[in-house]
Structures are given as structure tokens and as C-alpha cells.
């Protein structure tokens, strides 16, 4: 009896990765609303059979049993690790030890691959960018896709059935789906992961996206998220994240104690809406981060607002500021307001935090509690800046 869904996604390409239903967090970091899914594809071709990519830690007998409904473990010969990470490398050892595979990663992969899971050197075979592996009827090209998102990562190309096995690339946290056509809301999701996790290295990926850019692809098969087929739907998006295209659009991010800071940021959203200006308000007491990250990949600006704590920043405005830091968004303007009750000091800190991003300070406004209308005013005068910078400037990032 089959007891496992091992879908043929092509001839003699299956889908055996694991759909994690129940992960709720990625990294210590990264909310996950609907679960993911850890990827990994048997291409059985006539004279050999490979494995591209493996899953989390703990899903290593699933997958052996999705694996042996197609073949025996015995006659898999390849394994290929496109990333090291866990979720994707995870169950290296386990099929190393109960199987003779080769493994086949980039030059960079071939330390990570001893450092993580203790691969002997001898079993491993360092693949370069254009080298090929014959499966008997079917051929693998290798194709280096370097920090997308770690420095050893590649993609691997099934020639014969058109089919790229990006890894993170191109990917999406959701466990619905084995095709991006059966999930409503993909390309959210896949804007999301891209926030995450690519736009950092949204170069690296205008560069993959080159170089991806002549091969014949029907499939795209990642390493997150549903297998897409409809390819422009994903490759349209990608190239507008990859090269930092935003939208007339400000991210608000604030947090208050009193409502003062909160009365402030409802007149600067007033004004920007008034001028036309997409807004996307998060509260920081119960923002999801994942959300934040999805909504800076095209926003043009930023408006922080937050109380002074103890001669700072509040600590829930704190954590997303350097968040944003760390992924790089396509930023070109900010606005800060503020209010204190007995010390100010929250938009001293902010700046500091702010400087080395190279996003242009439009106004800032620090007040002694609830504002008053000569502040009102000022604040009004400051969304209309905002919104004048954010009209004027060109959509395309970098």
C-alpha cells in the first residue's frame, strides 16, 4: 500500500518534500500563519536517479518512505544540495548513512557540507557553474546563484523537462498547495518571503535573474511554497522586487502610551492619504513582522512614530528599526514624530539608527505631551513634504 501523496510533477520527476502544517515560527524570527513546506525532488532518470534537496531535521524517515514508494534508497545515486541550511540539508546524514550516495554542491558547499553534517570529502563532488550530470535520458546543469541567500547556494536545471529547482529562490512559507494556481493568495505570500529573506540580496537576485533569463523553463520548482507552471506570474513580480521598484506608498510604523504619539501618526496618515498616497499602518504591540517585511518591498518611505522611554526610543520601535537595517528595503525618505512626557530623546536615537541607510530625513517633530493645533499644523506640513518627495521620485529602486 502507497500511504504517502508522491506526486509526478513531470516524467519521472516526484515531489517528496514535507508539508510542516504546524510550524508557527522560521529562525527564531519569521511568523509562519500557514506552516511551510521543505522541498525535495527524486529525478529518476534510465541509468541514474538523484535527489535535489532534502528537508528539515526530524522529517528524514518521511521522506526515505516517500523516496522508496518510487525506488529503493539503495539505487538513489545522487544527492545534490542546492543550500546547507537545515531546512533544506537537514536530513543529509541520515540519507548519507543508509544509502551510497554522492553529494554534489559548489565549492563553498563542499566545507559547509563537512562543517554541518560531517560528510566525508570523499563523498562529495564539488559542481561548478555550466557543469552537467547524465542521468541516462535526463541531464542536470548547475548553475551558481551565490547569496541567494547563503554564499554556496546554486540552482539546479532538469534540461530535458525544462524544469529549475531554485531552492529559496523564488520560494513562499505556506503549506498549501503543490501548484502556485491552487493558492489564492501566492504572490502576498511569495512578496512576504521575499522581504524575509531576499531582499537583502536583491542584486544577487537581478543577477540570477539574467542569468536565468535564456533557459527554456515550463516548471519552477523551489525549495518553499507551491511548484509554479503559470512562470511569468512569478518572474513578472521578481523582477520588480529584484531591482527595488517601489510604489507611491509609505509604511507606518509607531507605538504609544498615552495616545499622543498615536494622535500624531493619525494626522500624518490623513495627510498622506489625502495627497494620494498608499498607506500600510502597523500598531508595534501587535504587529506581525512578517507582514512588515512584505509591505517595505515597495514602499517608498517610512514614518516612525514613538514615545520616549528613559532617553531613548520606545523598545518596541527599537527591534523593527534594526530589522530594517539588516534587510536593506528600498527606502528613500522617512519621517519621525514623537512625543515625551518629562525627557525627550527617542528621535536622536532614531537618527543614528536611521544614518547609515542612506534614506533621506524629510521632517522630524518632538513634542512635551499631547499635541497641540501649532503641532498639528506641523505635522500636516511635514505629510505634505513626505508626499511631494515620495510623487516626485522614480519607481525604480536599484
Known amino acids: 500500500m502507497k500511504k504517502y501523496n508522491v506526486p509526478e510533477i ?17 529562525d527564531a524570527l519569521i511568523p509562519l500563519p500557514q506552516g ?18 532534502t528537508v528539515n531535521v526530524g522529517f528524514e524517515k518521511e521522506l526515505v518512505k516517500k523516496i522508496e514508494q518510487v525506488i529503493s534508497l539503495t539505487d538513489l545515486d545522487y544527492l545534490v544540495m542546492n543550500h546547507a541550511e537545515p531546512d533544506h540539508a537537514g536530513a543529509i546524514p541520515y540519507i548519507m548513512q543508509t544509502s551510497e550516495v554522492v553529494l554534489l554542491t559548489s565549492e563553498k558547499g563542499e566545507k559547509m557540507a563537512q562543517i554541518y553534517y560531517q560528510v566525508p570529502k570523499e563523498r562529495i563532488k564539488i559542481v561548478r557553474d555550466g557543469d552537467i550530470l547524465e542521468l541516462g535520458d535526463k541531464t542536470l546543469r548547475f548553475i551558481d546563484a551565490p547569496f541567494l541567500h547563503w554564499p554556496e547556494t546554486m540552482f539546479t536545471y532538469l534540461v530535458e523537462k525544462k524544469i529549475l529547482f531554485p531552492c529559496d529562490f523564488f520560494g513562499a512559507h505556506t503549506a498549501l498547495g503543490l501548484y502556485a494556481d491552487e493558492v489564492e493568495e501566492i504572490i502576498p505570500l511569495a512578496k512576504r518571503y521575499f522581504g524575509e529573506i531576499m531582499m537583502p540580496f536583491r542584486s544577487m537576485g537581478k543577477k540570477a535573474l539574467e542569468k536565468i533569463k535564456e533557459l527554456k523553463m515550463e516548471i519552477i520548482a ?27 506608498k509609505a509604511i507606518v510604523l509607531y507605538v504609544t502610551m498615552w495616545n499622543y504619539t ?19 499602518l502597523y500598531n508595534l504591540i501587535n504587529a506581525d513582522i512578517g507582514r512588515i517585511a512584505e509591505d517595505l518591498v515597495d514602499s517608498r518611505a517610512i514614518v516612525l512614530g514613538t514615545p520616549a522611554v528613559l532617553g531613548g526610543m520606545h523598545p518596541l520601535a527599537i527591534y523593527p528599526l534594526h530589522l530594517i537595517r539588516v534587510l536593506r528595503p528600498p527606502l528613500k525618505y522617512s519621517a519621525v514624530l514623537s512625543s515625551y512626557g518629562w525627557g525627550g530623546g527617542a528621535i536622536r536615537q532614531v537618527l543614528e539608527i536611521l544614518s547609515p541607510m542612506k534614506i533621506e530625513i524629510i521632517g522630524t517633530l518632538e513634542i512635551n505631551g499631547p499635541p497641540t493645533s501649532d503641532d498639528e499644523q506641523k505635522i500636516v506640513e511635514i505629510g505634505k513634504q513626505l508626499s511631494n518627495k515620495i510623487k516626485l521620485s522614480p519607481s525604480q529602486g536599484s
Do not use: C, Q
Request: charged share 30%; no cysteine.
Open 222 to 248: 523551489p525549495s518553499h511554497g507551491p511548484i509554479y507552471k503559470n512562470l511569468e506570474r512569478i518572474l513578472e513580480v521578481y523582477r520588480k522586487w529584484t531591482t527595488g521598484e517601489t510604489k507611491e
Open 10 to 26: 513531470a516524467e519521472g520527476v516526484f515531489f517528496v518534500g514535507i508539508k510542516d502544517w504546524n510550524r508557527r515560527i522560521f
Open 262 to 280: 498615536e494622535t500624531m501618526i493619525k494626522t500624518i496618515i490623513e495627510t498622506l492619504l489625502s495627497e494620494h498616497i498608499e498607506v500600510s
Open 36 to 53: 511551510t513546506s521543505y522541498n525535495a525532488y527524486l529525478v529518476k532518470g534510465k541509468e541514474k536517479t538523484a535527489l535535489i534537496d
